[in-house]
């Protein structure tokens, strides 16, 4: 915890002063163009991948970077894509999967999650990238196909599918190679 202190110590002292109007205006701002679906996975950090500044990202994180398809009963996830497209305006929606993912790891080889409940339940709305990965255990073929399964879940709901019908945003899909730090679009 003493770690985390001393960073905040140094984002007061350091980092903030640099950025000060930068933060002025975001106290009554909030315009981000982007939504980015990532995974909660410590390595991977959108602003740092992406180069971006606080206020640019809209950021959702959850384990594989899982989007359930839409449904009326709202959830935090459903919740979240709806006020960025909706109200924020975002222009383009990101669903990032990354290299060494765990939960993608836990699918392709089948890990024994009984003592997750949570996480094995969650894991489940990733059935449906599963099932179109040709070989068994390619965790890399299996984050790919997730990223894609994850756009097609995400044109599900009301709010991005108005939006795409109306142009107004863009879906796109990146992998995050980690050891190498390069992004690839996957998108089709």
């Known amino acids: 915890m003493q770690d985390l202190i001393e960073g905040v110590a140094h984002f007061r002292k350091d980092v903030f002063p640099a950025k ?4 002025a205006h975001l106290a009554t701002h909030h315009t981000p163009h982007t939504l980015f679906i990532g995974c909660s996975d410590a ?6 991948i992406t180069g971006t500044d606080p206020g640019d990202l ?10 359930p398809a839409y449904t009326p009963e709202a959830d935090g996830v459903a919740a979240s894509i709806e006020y960025a497209v909706a109200v924020l305006g975002v222009r383009d929606i990101v669903v990032c999967g990354h290299s060494a993912c765990g939960a993608m790891t836990a699918i392709a ?7 997750a409940p949570a996480v094995a339940a969650w894991l489940r709305y ?29 044109a599900t709901h009301p709010s991005v599918a108005r939006a795409l019908e109306e142009k107004k945003v863009a879906l796109h899909g990146w992998v995050f190679d980690i050891a190498a730090g390069e992004v690839a679009d996957v998108s089709a």
């Open 109 to 115: 080889r089948s890990h024994d999650l009984s003592a």
């Open 20 to 23: 000060a109007e930068l933060f």
């Open 126 to 154: 990733a059935d449906a990238s599963r099932a179109r990965t040709t070989t068994a255990g390619d965790v890399g073929a299996l984050v790919r196909q997730n990223v894609r399964a994850q756009l097609a879940n995400l």
């Open 43 to 48: 390595r991977v950090v959108p602003e740092l």
């Open 58 to 67: 809209f950021v959702i994180r959850t384990a594989g970077n899982l989007v």
